[in-house]
């Protein structure tokens, strides 16, 4: 059984940078598992933040970027901002037709 | 302006059946592949099958393998999900999502609440 893996949790001062990652228990992330990353407050839909590792979605601040760190997928935030405390959840693409998300991390924002 | 928005949820007691729905609108519905995707209370969010956009070959997670089943009509822009035997585990909130850029997850729906409960 396929597991992605990604932080519980992460703190980041205002106007800091925090990296959030998105691996798998058994081998490599790389861009054929087309990572995605999603933004949900408490009680709302996910928002989609990035697509295939590095597009950002439409309306999405350049402060949001993927990529790829060694073996794992990351996003990255650059300038953090209060209303970016949020969950942040990770879905890989691990074979034909079927997708894993990550557990998900929580970033706090103080 | 894309919509989609599901609807279905309710309280059942366990080993009952459900139908949730996703109406599409203002969104490409027929040519792009749906997803289920839930989540549980508390909890982070987990896919749960995915249909072509012409049904032609359905995915499922192994945890509701046997137990649903996904369907849409193209003819009047909804998908389905088809729950059966539910489980106290299966509560949750069910969000339906188009397959977009890079396998990625855009749109999604509000959620439609189940609750799995006796």
């Known amino acids: 059984q396929t597991v992605v893996t990604q932080e519980p949790s992460f703190s980041v001062s205002p106007g800091g940078t925090v990296t959030l990652t998105c691996g798998l228990t058994?081998?490599?992330?790389?861009?054929?598992?087309?990572p995605s990353w999603y933004q949900q407050t408490p009680g709302q839909t996910p928002r989609t933040l990035i697509y295939n590792t590095k597009f950002r979605s439409s309306g999405v601040p350049d402060r949001f970027s993927g990529s790829i760190l060694g073996n794992k997928a990351a996003l990255t935030i650059t300038g953090a901002q209060a209303d970016d405390e949020s969950d942040y959840y990770c879905v890989l693409y691990v074979t034909t037709g079927i997708w894993v998300f990550g557990g998900g991390t929580k970033v706090t924002v103080l | 302006q894309v919509q989609l928005v599901e609807s279905g949820g309710g309280v059942v007691q366990p080993g009952g059946s459900l139908r949730l729905s996703c109406a599409a609108s203002?969104?490409?519905?027929?040519?792009?592949?749906m997803h289920w995707v839930r989540q549980a209370p508390g909890k982070g969010l987990e896919w749960v099958t995915f249909t072509r956009y012409d049904d032609i070959q359905r995915w499922y997670a192994d945890s509701v393998k046997g137990r649903f089943a996904i369907s849409r009509d193209n003819s009047k822009n909804t998908l389905y999900l088809h729950i059966n035997s539910l489980r106290l585990e299966d509560t949750g909130v069910y969000y339906c999502a188009g397959m977009s850029s890079g396998q990625s997850f855009d749109p999604w729906g509000q959620g439609t609440l189940v609750t799995v409960s006796s």
């Open positions: 203002g969104f490409s519905f027929s040519t792009s592949g």
């Open positions: 058994s081998g490599s992330v790389s861009t054929s598992h087309y």
